[in-house]
């Protein structure tokens, strides 16, 4: 099952800068242009031992990383964005969660912690 967490980048930075957190890294994010992250998760069983899962983890970090990278180089065709109101830049995030996953990525979330923004911000430079 997946799940779409949408975030908008100016609001997530505030909630954190007012809660003593660091935003070094979102900021850096922003300075280079996106708008909203927009987190992808796939929930799995904490049992699940399919030998796919892996592959499909793989699979979907690479895809969003070409979409992340087709965006910022404005690879998706200007009739496409204008059609459907799209106007925010927007950053893709692909995380596989298992039950007992689900508090450490829910602490990291309040905190602005991800290790794709750093991911991001070093394929950028």
Not at 55 to 71: G, M, Q, S, T
Request: charged letters at 35%; zero cysteines.
């Amino acid at each position: 099952m997946s799940q779409l967490v949408k975030i908008d980048m100016a609001k997530y930075i505030r909630t954190l800068k007012d809660n003593g957190s660091d935003t070094q890294e979102l900021r850096a994010l922003q300075d280079r242009g996106f708008d909203t992250i927009i987190k992808v998760v796939e929930i799995k069983s904490d049992d699940d031992d399919d030998e796919a899962t892996p592959a499909k983890k793989r699979y979907a970090v690479e895809h969003f990383d070409i979409l992340n990278r087709k965006l910022k180089e404005g690879g998706i065709p200007a009739d496409f964005i204008r059609d459907n109101e799209f106007y925010e830049m927007q950053l893709y995030t692909f995380d596989l969660l298992s039950p007992s996953q689900y508090y450490t990525w829910f602490s990291n979330l309040v905190k602005g912690h991800d290790k794709a923004y750093g991911e991001v911000i070093q394929k950028e430079l």
